[in-house]
């Protein structure tokens, strides 16, 4: 059964640092990776989607990985601002058997201070 | 429409009333999924629809809850005589649902309180 880890549960930097959020998960079998933010009080923003054959994608100040064989994956934020402060979360699609949904991740809620 | 769009926003209900939540997804997208996001917790796949395929009913956590999809659009998903552990967001999303491309779209939820 496939389960979605995401490390740290928190984190809260200052300004302008560079930081690298976690994404691991336990059957390497996954169709894709998909990035999502969710503002308080409001529903999930895709960031980035990553296909098992890709290594990373970016956008903006946006970075993120994947190591399917590792079973790990990462967001990195260059450069954070006080408006990315927002939960973060990671969804796996497993291989189709079956089951086309995604699995979650529980979140990293970010909070950059200015 | 620009984006999915679910309705109401916001629904608060007396213990043992039904409830219907409505999803209008993206234009076009032939997948939709429900999922819910108790206080706290991480998002719990419900329902998922794929064009005229039968759904995917393997999340949804009792037989009062169910889930409908009229001319593969507009999906309803209703709870029968609630309880105050239905208390949660429900998320709606859409997909195009191709084998490569599968980027989910998320709506911007309803939130049930069960009293």
């Known amino acids: 059964k496939q389960e979605v880890t995401q490390i740290p549960a928190a984190l809260s930097v200052p300004e302008g640092e560079n930081l690298v959020l976690n994404c691991s998960f336990t059957d390497s079998a996954i169709y894709n990776l998909q990035w999502f933010r969710q503002d308080p009080g409001k529903g999930l923003t895709s960031l980035l989607l990553?296909?098992?054959?890709?290594r990373e994608q970016t956008s903006g100040r946006l970075n993120a990985s994947l190591d399917k064989s590792s079973g790990r994956s990462t967001l990195y934020i260059a450069a954070s601002q006080p408006g990315d402060s927002a939960t973060y979360l990671c969804a796996v699609r497993t291989l189709p058997s079956g089951t086309y949904k995604y699995i979650f991740g529980t979140g990293t809620r970010l909070k950059v201070l200015a | 429409g620009a984006g999915v769009s679910q309705s109401p926003s916001n629904k608060v209900t007396e213990k043992g009333k039904d409830v219907e939540l409505r999803c209008d997804p993206i234009?076009?997208?032939?997948?939709l999924y429900w999922y819910r996001q108790s206080l706290g917790q991480g998002l719990e796949f419900l329902i998922y629809?794929?064009?005229?395929?039968?759904?995917?009913k393997s999340g949804l956590p009792s037989d009062r809850f169910s889930a409908e999809r009229t001319g593969g659009s507009v999906s309803t998903l209703t709870i029968q005589r609630t309880q105050q552990e239905d208390s949660a967001v429900y998320l709606c999303?859409?997909?195009?649902?191709?084998?490569?491309?599968?980027?989910?779209?998320f709506g911007p939820g309803t939130r049930l309180t069960v009293l």
């Open positions: 629809f794929q064009g005229n395929s039968a759904p995917d």
């Open positions: 999303a859409s997909s195009l649902d191709r084998a490569i491309i599968n980027e989910q779209f």
């Open positions: 990553i296909q098992s054959s890709q």
């Open positions: 234009s076009g997208h032939t997948a």
